[in-house]
T-cell receptor, first 115, second 112 residues
């Protein structure tokens, strides 16, 4: 079946602008995660959804970052007043949820460049 | 919170040789340890994982070992092939759908 998909694959924006990054999880997966990967580093956790609610948002770096998952499927990561330090690859992952399995399947990522 | 250390950061081996990557974790509550392979510009892909109720797991040329007492786990790749060249990440979490904490990665180069 289809894997996790993310759009856009690349996003270039100017400092101070607002961006939205979209994640489509694997069908039937109730758990959804956002990670951020800087060059040469491992993915770092941002936020985790179980269904529609954010179960853990402790990884969001500040209040410029926000994510939603209104219908328990597609999720959008929103970044306000972007800064050059926000440049990274933003990865989304999904898993079955409900303690059935912890296997997280990753999307291809969105490469965000803030000029 | 959890902290995962990974070594080495780079590793070069001759084709056919074995490669070993080691990770340590800090939180004794962690009980799930996956390994991901990431090729340049691609998504991380799970290659093997282990839960803390077993000490070793093998899948063809890939094996993972876990020492809960010492809080470390290792990835072993035997008979390496050029297509094994990639960045490998270890991670740790508490079973039951919690966020993964990743190591910084190991760039493996297999020289033909």
């Amino acid at each position: 079946g289809a894997g996790v998909s993310q759009t856009p694959s690349n996003k270039v924006t100017e400092k101070g602008k607002y961006v939205e990054l979209r994640c489509d999880p694997i069908s039937g997966h109730t758990a959804l995660y956002w990670y951020r990967q800087s060059l040469g580093q491992g993915p770092e956790f941002l936020i985790y959804f179980q269904g529609t609610g954010a179960a853990d948002d402790s990884g969001l770096p500040n209040d410029r970052f926000f994510a939603v998952r209104p219908e328990g499927s597609v999720s959008t990561l929103k970044i306000q007043r972007t800064e050059r330090g926000d440049s990274a690859v933003y990865l989304c992952a999904s898993s079955l949820g409900g303690r059935k399995t912890d296997t997280q399947y990753f999307g291809p990522g969105t490469r965000l460049t803030v000029l | 919170g959890e902290n995962v250390e990974q070594h080495p950061s780079t590793l070069s081996v001759q084709e056919g040789d074995s490669a070993v990557i080691k990770c340590t974790y800090s939180d004794s509550a962690s009980n799930y340890f996956p390994w991901y392979k990431q090729e340049l510009g691609k998504r991380p892909q799970l290659i093997i994982d282990i839960r803390s109720n077993v000490g070793e797991k093998k899948d063809q040329r890939i094996a993972v070992t876990l020492n809960k007492t010492a809080k470390h786990f290792s990835l072993h790749i035997t008979e390496t092939q050029p297509e094994d060249s990639a960045v490998y990440f270890c991670a740790a979490s508490i079973w039951g759908n919690t966020p993964l904490v990743f190591g910084k990665g190991t760039r493996l180069s297999v020289i033909a």
